[in-house]
């Protein structure tokens, strides 16, 4: 099946212990992104990659890494995590240069405490 | 500059009555436009894109150029289309997109 994975579903941190959202996809996809999504705000975009080796900035990339070694992978880093990181997180993938449109993962609501 | 707008936050209609979503956008060049759907607890789900002209649980968007909109319309909704709708259009071959705030469905029973 189609699909975009991310792990875990749901976590709960302190402020400053480093950690890891995994996201991979099993569609050959080009294009995979990182959103958060909160109350009021819709959703914002972290980071954004074109392809292996290739990120970029999204609108909100304050406090978060991502690296792209392979396809099929796209991590969410966020080397020292505070309370304002407390959001609903989805990853995302796209083959078809946009019109295609996005295949969302099934999102990681993380809480920092 | 590049924008969507979804007008109205919440949207609140009765079982079996007319819908529609407002879209507005702003764009120079020729739009790619997207609705989106997130039902409860749930990822988003692509919904339609306009240029595929699909219908899909009922529901139809139409691009009218000349007022730069994409609103969701089905004509009779149904409890479970109460959800959260978001507007998406695409920049072009890079495949980012410009998304709208979002409206929340609810359909009362």
Redesign the interface.
């Known amino acids: 099946e189609a699909q975009v994975t991310q792990n875990p579903r749901y976590l709960i941190t302190v402020t400053g212990k480093k950690l890891t959202v995994t996201c991979s996809q099993n569609m050959n996809h ?2 995979m ?1 990182w959103y958060r999504q909160d109350p ?4 914002r ?1 972290i980071y ?1 990659s ?1 392809n292996v080796e290739v990120t970029d900035k999204g609108d909100v990339p304050e406090g978060y890494k991502v690296s792209r070694k392979e396809k099929r992978n796209f991590p969410l880093i966020l080397e020292s995590p505070s309370p304002n990181q407390t959001s609903l997180y ?1 990853c ?1 993938s ?1 083959g078809g ?11 990681t609501r993380l809480t920092v405490v | 500059a590049q924008r969507v707008t979804q007008p109205e936050k919440l949207l609140s209609v009765f079982k079996g009555a007319p819908v529609e979503l407002k879209c507005n956008y702003s764009y120079s060049g020729s739009p790619e436009l997207f609705w989106y759907v997130q039902y409860s607890r749930q990822r988003l789900q692509l919904l339609l894109r306009h240029i595929s002209r699909e219908s899909i649980k009922g529901f139809t968007a139409d691009l009218n150029k000349g007022e730069t909109s994409f609103h969701l319309k089905k004509p009779f909704a149904q409890e479970e289309d109460s959800a959260m709708y978001y507007c998406a259009l695409s920049r072009g071959s890079n495949y980012q997109l410009i998304w709208g705030a979002g409206t929340k469905l609810i359909i009362k029973p």
Do not use: I, P, R
């Open positions: 080009e294009y992104s009021g705000l819709g959703l975009q954004y074109m989805f995302a796209s240069a946009g019109v295609d449109g996005y295949t969302f993962g099934s999102g």
